[in-house]
Every structure is written in structure tokens, then in C-alpha cells.
């Protein structure tokens, strides 16, 4: 399964912290994304949530193919 797929298959909001993981990546460079609005998310009062269909179809957006 890619991780797009992985992604997709979640059936609720996605937490930083998630994402952070499955993008195997430190809290902190999610959050870094976050301000600078490179990566989908929303919020809910002042938290911060991930669509997993949305996030899935941005990292398939950002692979890039082999020549």
C-alpha cells in the first residue's frame, strides 16, 4: 500500500503529531509547514486538524516520478 493509499484510508481528522509520523518527519517541521501554508489543513477553534483524502492527494502531489 503507498503511502497516499495509507493515508487515505484514515476515517477521521489527522492530528500533527499523525501526520508527523507518517510522514516520518519531526512535530515540528509539520508545524513549520503549517505557518508557512505548504501543507492542507484546518481548524477547528484553534485546533489544528488534517483531512486524510485532502493530505493523501497532497502527497501524491508532491512525489516526484522517476525519469
Known sequence: MTLPERIAAYKTALKAAEVAELLACNVCKIYDM?????????????????????LAAWVQNQTIEPL
Not at 505557518?35 to 477553534?45: D, L, Q, S, V
Not at 489544528?48 to 485532502?54: G, Y
Open 34 to 54: 503549517m505557518k508557512a501554508n505548504t501543507i492542507p489543513y484546518f481548524c477547528i477553534g484553534s485546533m489544528k486538524r488534517f483531512d486524510p483524502a485532502t
